[in-house]
Every structure is written in structure tokens, then in C-alpha cells.
């Protein structure tokens, strides 16, 4: 199992592993030591090993040589990112040193990685029982100083022993701010909190429902002064937290207050969850898509869905529900809008001197030829934005929902580490078919249907029944 070091946010590992690629070649960083060159991984990477000081060069120098903004990055921040996180893990083993003081930089890349470098074989010579986990919290250090969530470093972690492909690690429930949000986009989440699915586990077991309210967490409010608290972070833990999550909980419609501990643990998550593609027929003549996220061959999936709700009967339109599509790929963006318009620049990506590269239609894929309204939410990341900045731009239908997650930076490229570990960083930046900045903003909707806990609590689902009633009209 793998586990993505996120730069803004935690619910946002398999985006980031499996966002499109870029085609060009890796750069490196000229004249840099022998072997610091990164370079693709040509297969899966084998066992890992210490993830050493040579490691970290390679990975510093490869960020410079690779990340969209490297040429004109200055360095410094990175290393001093990485020096900061390794003293703060010694002073959390109580092993702080006094020649842990951070050397004097001058902006010249490679005479302060010399410099930092010196330093750092000192302390870690020091303390060598710490060395492999010195090693891994300044790597993670350098990579979240980028201040961009679709670099990512991937490496080997934990994983329960009773872990089964399907299952899910955690408290067994969703709330209206996603671990996506919870982990990094805190500012965007708005109150009150509330459960908005009870997936299995302890949620279930305790008899959570949706719509129930979280008045505080572990004893914190979850909003002070209408500004979420980091409190919420711990409805979604990771293996291995396994600390008991103590909630407070309102029932609007029986006023009924009380307070739930949750063990975190392991939970098999219902098969029809796991379905990236999920399609049924509304009204009788409106094709209904849910999709999951926009990994490969869900563009010819979605088309299919349609195809078959078609057969037989005369659609009046397609709501496409992209609520919560973390993943997928530019490619997957493009094809699934070229179902619905032809002939039109659907992005562009760009290198750090403003060097655009537009991604067009593939006016290969038939036209369905129906109206389309599309549902979008804070969950809406990364592909899921390209195609919804998309419509929005290029006018193929309304947004329903809620502002998208804006979190597009850019395709990634992976590169092979030495110690078997994958760094995966963006090598050009997103704009939308109208040059608009779409990363850190979002794609916000034409139609804003905020979800209440009373609509959770009654089954409602407000923003589809304004994308129905949107297309009868």
C-alpha cells in the first residue's frame, strides 16, 4: 500500500497518483552529483529502501529540474522547509542537538544543497537510530514547501492486518466537509457540520444518520466564529490513528442531543461505492450519470451508460452528478466533453514563462446530441475541473451545486527515486478554455443548491432536483 504526502490535501492521494501525465522528457538539474537524476519509473518500483541524504538530492534536484515553476523557484525555501520539519523531529524525540542550526544560504542551488548537506550528515551522524525517519520527514518537507497539491511523494507505509482490496479504514461516515477539505481546504468549509452518509463501521453500528449534526469533536467545536477548526480532521483517520473520536451529535428533527465514541477501524465498503460509473433513468426520459472520479475509459463508459438508457425511449437530457470526482485524467476530461461539444480548446497548459499548449475536443467521439446539466460540488478536483471549467466556458450547460475544490494544478509526471519511492510532480500548469485560473479558485455553479442537514436527515437531494427541473423547463 501506498501513501501520498499531499501538499494541500489528504483526501487527495489517488487524484494525485493517478492524474494524467505530461509527455515531456525529465530535465534533471545539470551538473548535479552522479546519480541524483531522476528519471520515469519503467516498471512497479521494487522493495523500498532508507531514504537516505543521497535521496533527498535526488529528490531536491529533481523537483528543480522538473516542477513547472523550478526554473524560476528559489531553492532556499525548500531547503529550509526540510530543516525546519528534521529539527522539529528531534525535538519530538527528544533528541534536539546543538549543532542542529541551519546553515547560511546564498541562492546559489548547488552551494546551498552543500551546505545543507554538511549540516545534515553532522546531526544524522549523530543520531543514527533516527536517521531513515530524518531522512523521510524532510523529503515530505522539500515536497510540501511547493505549496501545490498535485506534488506528491509516494512511499511504503503501514497497513492493517486484516486489510482486503475493497476496504475502507476509518469511522464509516461522510460529512458535508469531505477529508479532502477536512485535510487541506479548511477555509472553504462553511457550517453547520453534519453527517451527510453513513457508510459501515462504527458510524453504523452507533446508529448515525443523515442529517445528524456534529456540535463538537473530541471536546472542540467544529466552527468557531463560522471558521472551521482543524477538529474535523479526526472524523477521517488513517491507518494506523487508531484514537477513539468522541462526538457530540444534534438530531434537528427529534431535538435530540447526545454524545457517541468511535473506534476507528476497518470496514467493508459497499461494492456499488466502489463503481467509478454508476447510471440510471430519472423521470422517466432524463439519463442520470453518477460518476466517481474520470480515470481511464470512463468517458466511453458514461457514453455507453447513455447509449442504453437511451434504447427504446427519447431522453430529454443528461445530468451528469460529478459530486466528488477526485480523480482522472486530462485525456478523460476532454473526451467526455467531446461527447458534448466539437470543435473547442477544453484547457491549456502551460509551462512557467507562459508557454500555452491548448488540449482540444476529440471530434472523433459521436455527439450524443442532448442537453446537459452537470452537478458539481466541493469535491469536484482536478479532472473533474478541467471538464466542469469546460462546460462552464464553452457554455454546454449549466453547473449545479456548489464551487468545485480547486484543486487543478497541473498533469503530473512520476520519477523513480533511489530508494524506490515515487515523487510525481506537475510539469505545467491548468488554465481554463478561457485562460482563467482555475487551481486554488474553483468552477463556481450557475445554480448554488446548498445541501442542508434537514435535506440529509429527509433523503432530498436539492441540487438534482433543480438539475431535473433545469432541463423540463
Not at 501538499?7 to 489517488?14: E, H, K, N
Not at 470543435?343 to 446537459?372: F, I, K, M, N
Amino acid at each position: 500500500m501506498t501513501a501520498v504526502v499531499r501538499v494541500a490535501s489528504a483526501g487527495l492521494a489517488f487524484l494525485l497518483m493517478t492524474a494524467c501525465t505530461a509527455p515531456a522528457p525529465p530535465r534533471g538539474e545539470s551538473g548535479t552529483a552522479a546519480g541524483t537524476v531522476c528519471a520515469p519509473p519503467t516498471g512497479a518500483p521494487g522493495k523500498k529502501s532508507a531514504t537516505t541524504i543521497d535521496v533527498v538530492e535526488q529528490a531536491y534536484f529533481c523537483v528543480l529540474g522538473n516542477h513547472y515553476k523550478g526554473a524560476t523557484l528559489d531553492a532556499r525555501s525548500l531547503l529550509t522547509a526540510g530543516f525546519a520539519a528534521l529539527t522539529r523531529e528531534l525535538h519530538r524525540a527528544g533528541r534536539d542537538l546543538p549543532e542542529a542550526r541551519f546553515p547560511a544560504l546564498t541562492g546559489d542551488r548547488k552551494a546551498d544543497w552543500a551546505a545543507f548537506e554538511t549540516v545534515y550528515r553532522r546531526i544524522t551522524g549523530q543520531v543514527p537510530d533516527l536517521r531513515d525517519r530524518l531522512g523521510v520527514v524532510t523529503l515530505e518537507a522539500i515536497v510540501a514547501a511547493l505549496d501545490d497539491e498535485h506534488a506528491s511523494w509516494a512511499h511504503d507505509v503501514e497497513q492493517p492486518p486484516d486489510h482486503h482490496d475493497g476496504d475502507g479504514y476509518g469511522l464509516g461516515l461522510e460529512a458535508n466537509v469531505n477529508a479532502s477539505q477536512a485535510a487541506g481546504d479548511l477555509d472553504a468549509a462553511v457550517p453547520p457540520l453534519f453527517v451527510i452518509a453513513v457508510r459501515a463501521g462504527a458510524a453504523k453500528a452507533a446508529g448515525l444518520r443523515p442529517g445528524d449534526v456534529i456540535e463538537s469533536i473530541n471536546g472542540s467545536a467544529p466552527f468557531i466564529d463560522r471558521r472551521a477548526t482543524p477538529a474535523i480532521r479526526a472524523l477521517y483517520p488513517r491507518y494506523p490513528e487508531a484514537r477513539p473520536v468522541e462526538l457530540t451529535l444534534l438530531r434537528p428533527r427529534s431535538g435530540r442531543r447526545w454524545s457517541v465514541t468511535l473506534q476507528p477501524g476497518l470496514f467493508q465498503q459497499d461494492l456499488s461505492d466502489l463503481r467509478v460509473v454508476r447510471s440510471k433513468l430519472l423521470d422517466d426520459d432524463i439519463a442520470h450519470v453518477r460518476a466517481t472520479g474520470l480515470p481511464p475509459d470512463s468517458a466511453d463508459r458514461t457514453a455507453r451508460a447513455i447509449s442504453r438508457l437511451r434504447k427504446g425511449r427519447t431522453l430529454s437530457g443528461v445530468v451528469l452528478d460529478l459530486r466528488g470526482a477526485g480523480a482522472g485524467s486530462a485525456t478523460e476530461a476532454t473526451r467526455l466533453l467531446s461527447a458534448f461539444v466539437h470543435g473547442a480548446v477544453t484547457a491549456y497548459h502551460c509551462t512557467a514563462d507562459d508557454a500555452c499548449q491548448s488540449l482540444r475536443t476529440d471530434d472523433t467521439v459521436a455527439l450524443l446530441g442532448l442537453p446537459l446539466v452537470v452537478i458539481v460540488d466541493r469535491g469536484c478536483a482536478s479532472a473533474c475541473e478541467h471538464f466542469a471549467a469546460a462546460v462552464k466556458d464553452l457554455r454546454a450547460g449549466p453547473l449545479v451545486g456548489a464551487r468545485t475544490a480547486g484543486l487543478v494544478s497541473g498533469p503530473v509526471r512520476k520519477y523513480l527515486l533511489a530508494d524506490n519511492t515515487v515523487l510525481s510532480l506537475p510539469t505545467r500548469y491548468h488554465l481554463g478554455p478561457n485562460r482563467e485560473v482555475v487551481d486554488r479558485i474553483g468552477v463556481p455553479p450557475d445554480h448554488d443548491v446548498p445541501l442542508t442537514p434537514e435535506d440529509a436527515a429527509a433523503g432530498r437531494d436539492p441540487a438534482l432536483a433543480r438539475a431535473l427541473t433545469l432541463l423540463h423547463e
